[in-house]
């Protein structure tokens, strides 16, 4: 019932930014938790941020707080992963999920996934 497409994704230097767009299709993110996990290599699925559409109430992994923002944009349907002050360890593939579920930080909560867009932050 959802698509979501994240976009993007690119090379960066450390100290760097980037902003990762989620768009959604099929239907709006209404009554929808969107979340941000990342994938490095060798590792598991790992949170990093969340909204609830309707209630703009956000969830940051302690790991990014401070550098990192999640914002939506009602009319266009998508949300938005700023990031800031990249480290190499921000390095992964980037993934957006919608939950029905409400705002969570486990992968399995989350009903539908984007395809992953890449991060890289070189030293």
């Known amino acids: 019932q959802v698509q979501l497409v994240e976009s993007g994704g690119g090379s960066v230097q450390a100290g760097g930014s980037l902003r990762l767009s989620c768009a959604a299709s099929g239907r709006t993110f209404s009554n929808y938790a969107v979340g941000w996990f990342r994938r490095a290599p060798g590792k598991e699925h790992e949170f990093v941020a969340g909204?609830?559409?309707?209630?703009?109430?956000?969830y940051f992994a302690d790991s990014v707080k401070g550098r990192f923002t999640i914002s939506r944009d009602n009319a266009e349907n998508t949300v938005y992963l700023q990031m800031n002050s990249l480290k190499p360890e921000d390095t992964a593939v980037y993934y957006c999920?919608?939950?029905?579920?409400?705002?969570?930080?486990?992968?399995?909560?989350?009903?539908?996934w984007g395809q992953g867009t890449q991060v890289t932050v070189s030293s």
């Open positions: 909204v609830r559409w309707n209630f703009g109430t956000t």
């Open positions: 999920a919608a939950s029905l579920k409400g705002l969570a930080t486990i992968p399995r909560q989350y009903d539908y």
